[in-house]
């Protein structure tokens, strides 16, 4: 339906649009995904006719040639600007006719199609009310009523969100979706959840080249492959166990679809692993842990989102966002970590030396004796403390106040 092949657009010494292929069958939804000034505009304009290619091998709409063929192509197509090209002083029923005839379409067609167009959008109720007292939502909806009209092939909008509150912008990509099963649609946009929301094929382009074009899956299968491993995702895991990181490593590594395991930074009594291979493995490194008494605090499935791509791709954030692996524990971290003790004052977490042969003893509150915790607070003792050492606590040698004693009751 929509063929594109080695398009170039030059303004001066700048080139907006850059060899740039691609081609959308009948029927599809394509989304044009690419951050402000990567070519978008640019190339619909020049697929609906209204801007000349510097050079292109084949431009074909609707199986018509944009190059030979321009007036044709412009009667298949319904073309809706980022500016929806209005005129304020007409009303939203004067607005429809003017553009039916210029369509030419005869009298009893169009009042037939601009009622079944105008009650499609949503505007039916706002036929005699003029176009420049709209709100900008209502305005986006009488552009695509007018690029409806028609009744075209294909359909192309330029940001049709643009502008658009939350309620708009959710309103608006409905209606998209609706129409989507009826005509061709290519629709760009700068932002990311909208195409997601309503393409399910996404053509990213960054200074006027295609960087990648694929369904939102495959997108994030081959390009996400490289960060985590096959399959575009790793599992995180952070566990506390007797054995050292290294052999649990390899242990992980046994795991049937594991292809590889990289050991994290220690926080506490944890070791972190990042394990990449086919798939979500949790299940398997769940029963692996079981089995060799691991504790685990955290099993998490990552897979890299196609926001991750996308900034990865067009400004070169090799992580895309994604989270370390493990990063020193804070004073918010440590209280989420584990419990509290009661006697401790606010980041202390109490219990004995794990040993591998028996479990953590917790302790009685209020004994003289001596106690060896793990404190994860980084500001206790100086900060250059290893965390992952045990530190001795030492009781209070001060009597307890009695309160039923002198000077201790009401």
């Not at 069958?25 to 609906?48: D, H, S, W």
């Not at 250059?384 to 039923?404: A, N």
Request: proline letters at 7%; aromatic letters at 4%; glycine letters at 10%.
């Amino acid at each position: 339906m929509i063929e594109v092949a080695h398009l170039t657009r030059r303004y001066g010494s700048a080139t907006a649009v850059d060899d740039l292929s691609f081609q959308v069958a009948k029927g599809e939804v394509v989304g044009f995904l690419g951050p402000n000034g990567a070519g978008k505009t640019t190339t619909m304009r020049i697929l609906a006719g209204y801007l000349p290619a510097t050079r292109a091998e084949r431009l074909v709409v609707a199986n018509h040639d944009v190059l030979r063929d321009s007036m044709e192509v412009r009667k298949s197509i319904g073309y809706l600007p980022e500016s929806v090209p209005l005129y304020p002083e007409l009303r939203v029923e004067e607005m429809m006719r003017f553009q039916g005839r210029l369509h030419r379409m005869s009298r009893q067609d169009l009042r037939t199609r601009i009622g079944e167009v105008l009650e499609r959008v949503g505007v039916q109720d706002r036929r005699k009310q003029l176009v420049g007292t709209l709100s900008r939502g209502l305005k986006q909806r009488v552009g695509l009523a007018v690029a409806l009209l028609p009744n075209p092939e294909v359909l192309i909008l330029d940001e049709p969100t643009s502008g658009l509150d939350p309620i708009q912008r959710g309103q608006v990509r409905n209606l998209i979706s609706e129409l989507s099963s009826e005509h061709t649609v290519l629709l760009s946009s700068h932002i990311l959840a909208e195409i997601e929301s309503m393409a399910p094929r996404v053509i990213i382009i960054h200074e006027g080249q295609k960087v990648a074009d694929g369904s939102q899956a495959e997108i994030i299968q081959t390009l996400g492959a490289g960060e985590s491993g096959g399959g575009g995702g790793h599992v995180l895991v952070e566990a506390a166990a007797p054995a050292e990181a290294d052999a649990m490593a390899k242990m992980i590594e046994t795991l049937d679809g594991v292809e590889t395991v990289t050991v994290g930074q220690r926080v506490g009594i944890h070791h972190t692993f990042r394990v990449a291979g086919q798939g979500d493995l949790r299940e398997d490194i769940g029963a692996l842990a079981m089995t060799q008494g691991w504790a685990l605090r955290e099993l998490t499935w990552k897979r890299p989102t196609l926001e991750q791509i996308f900034t990865r791709l067009v400004i070169g954030d090799v992580t895309g966002g994604e989270e370390p692996l493990a990063s020193a524990p804070t004073a918010a971290s440590v209280a989420l970590a584990a419990p509290v003790a009661p006697e401790a004052a606010g980041l202390q977490l109490s219990g004995s030396v794990p040993a591998a042969s028996e479990p953590l003893p917790l302790g009685t509150p209020g004994t003289a004796k001596s106690k060896t915790i793990y404190s994860l607070n980084p500001f206790d003792r100086g900060a250059s403390r290893d965390l992952s050492k045990p530190v001795s606590i030492e009781p209070d040698p001060s009597p307890p106040i009695d309160l039923d004693g002198p000077g201790g009751g009401a």
